[in-house]
Nanobody
């Protein structure tokens, strides 16, 4: 069974940092783009960051540029999202997603991803 499992969420004060992990199981995703999305209460799910299969391409939504960094370790079948200088508006459930197309390069639209994790809650207090 193919699964993406997020971890690393929690409660942090504004200005703090968290590192989210997304561990894949059931198959390798070393040739697939991966992305992070988030959904705040009462809002639609939005794109946060994406990374191509070989890490040569990364994408970020404007609101997190310079604060968040997406990376991957294909030997561990894991993708990370380092989040620094967190703000209360970053509070959301964060989802990891995979694009199962071969050698995918990443995208900012959720419809490009077909495998999703269950999400991890990130809460930033002011």
């Amino acid at each position: 069974q193919v699964q993406l499992v997020e971890s690393g969420g929690g409660l942090v004060q504004a200005g703090g940092s968290l590192r989210l992990s997304c561990a894949a199981s059931g198959r390798t995703f070393s040739r697939n783009a991966m992305g992070w999305f988030r959904q705040a209460p009462g809002k639609e799910r939005e794109f946060v960051a994406a990374i191509g299969w070989n890490s040569d391409l990364t994408y970020y939504t404007d609101s997190v540029k310079g604060r968040f960094t997406i990376s991957r370790d294909n030997t561990k079948n894991t993708v990370y999202l380092q989040m620094n200088s967190l703000k209360p508006e970053d509070t959301a459930v964060y989802y990891c997603a995979a694009d199962s197309r071969w050698l995918s390069k990443g995208a900012s639209t959720s419809s490009e991803y077909d495998i999703w994790g269950q999400g991890t809650q990130v809460t930033v207090s002011s």
